[in-house]
Nanobody, 123 residues
Framework: QVQLVESGGGLVQAGGSLRLSCVVS????????MGWFRQAPGKEREFVAS???????LDAYSVKGRFTISRDNHKNTLYLQMDSLKPEDTAIYYC?????????????????WGRGTLVTVST
């Protein structure tokens, strides 16, 4: 059974940083594309960043230059380093795993999802 568990969310002031983690169990993290999505109150879930098996990354325009996705295959963990946070980054952040080695920006391209971790950015 594949499980994804996010952690690292919390309350931070604008301009601050947080690092989210997503521990994967039940499959090898290294073989598949993985991604981060977020959902703000009253809004649809949106793509944040994705990383392919070969390490290539794909970022949403809204987070480019501020967020960095990475993975530690030995720890079977996905990360999202978030810097220069803005109030509009407030959302529940979800990690997801594909059944393919490439990155992708569509939520429908992902098979497994975590339950999310809340990030709140205050002014």
């Amino acid at each position: 059974q594949v499980q994804l568990v996010e952690s690292g969310g919390g309350l931070v002031q604008a301009g601050g940083s947080l690092r989210l983690s997503c521990v994967v169990s039940g499959r090898s993290n290294s073989e598949y594309g993985m991604g981060w999505f977020r959902q703000a109150p009253g809004k649809e879930r949106e793509f944040v960043a994705s990383i392919a098996k070969n390490g290539e990354t794909l970022d949403a325009y809204s987070v480019k230059g501020r967020f960095t996705i990475s993975r530690d295959n030995h720890k079977n963990t996905l990360y999202l380093q978030m810097d220069s946070l803005k109030p509009e980054d407030t959302a529940i952040y979800y990690c997801a795993s594909r059944d393919a080695p490439w990155s992708a920006s569509g939520s429908g391209d992902y098979k497994y999802w975590g339950r999310g971790t809340l990030v709140t950015v205050s002014t």
